[in-house]
């Protein structure tokens, strides 16, 4: 995704038939996460901010959103409606059944990264 006009970053963690992870960058800090479920002709979104934005902002972050992965999956004149459901939170820890180390895991999805996956 080619996202050079825009304020965030969206860089995707996982994609299935049916839903998308993707982690929200501004510049060098993670700002939140999106997952998103596609579900025929209605998307429903959850946005977890881990940053204060105003409304404003929001909606920007909303439009971008919408533009850089809703519309590429299904245009808004032929889907339903796109639901976002926004909350205000932090991470307070991870967990993993894998055998290697938490922290090897987030350098993975450092900002900046060439391996990022950012095409929608």
Do not use: C
């Amino acid at each position: 995704m080619d996202n050079t006009n825009y304020r965030y970053r969206l860089s995707r963690l996982v994609r299935t038939k049916s839903s998308e992870i993707f982690l929200i960058w501004e510049e060098d800090r993670r700002i939140g996460q999106l997952d998103v479920h596609y579900a025929q002709d209605t998307i429903h979104g959850t946005l977890v901010l881990e940053a204060d934005l105003t409304p404003e902002t929001e909606e920007e972050l909303l439009s971008q959103i919408d533009e850089d992965i809703i519309s590429s999956y299904m245009p808004s004149f032929e889907r339903e409606d796109f639901l976002v459901t926004v909350f205000r939170g932090e991470e307070i820890s991870s967990y993993t059944d894998s055998s290697g180390a938490l922290d090897d895991m987030e350098d993975e999805f450092a900002p900046g990264d060439e391996d990022d996956d950012d095409d929608s």
